[in-house]
């Protein structure tokens, strides 16, 4: 079973879930959905954890976005590929952080 995990963009920097608890109540940080990234259950080549809203770099220099467990590539759906291979991948961003950067 996935580890259910959020982290969320508070416009400046990421807060993990147990930063956003000790602010407020979580649920509040909840009601604004843009700003709350799921936890997809898989981690890049060093262990770092994959969220819906990261970007990552596979081993041929492609650069794609996690949304929604759905990966895109310009803004285009391609699916969720569970054949990937993710332990060759690695978080290069993510949509709030690096938002002109592939």
Request: charged residues 35%; aromatic residues 12%; neutral net charge.
């Amino acid at each position: 079973m996935r580890e259910i995990k959020f982290r969320y963009w508070d416009g400046e920097k990421i807060l993990d879930w147990h930063a956003i608890k000790n602010v407020c109540n979580g649920m509040s940080f909840l009601n604004n959905n843009s700003n709350v990234m799921q936890y997809t259950g898989f981690k890049d080549q060093d262990g770092k954890e994959i969220y819906d809203g990261d970007r990552l770099k596979t081993k041929d220099g492609l650069v794609f976005e996690i949304k929604n467990n759905v990966k895109s590539q310009d803004g285009e759906i391609i699916g969720y590929d569970i054949s990937v291979d993710w332990s060759e991948c690695k978080v290069c961003g993510n949509k709030f952080e690096n938002k002109n950067k592939k």
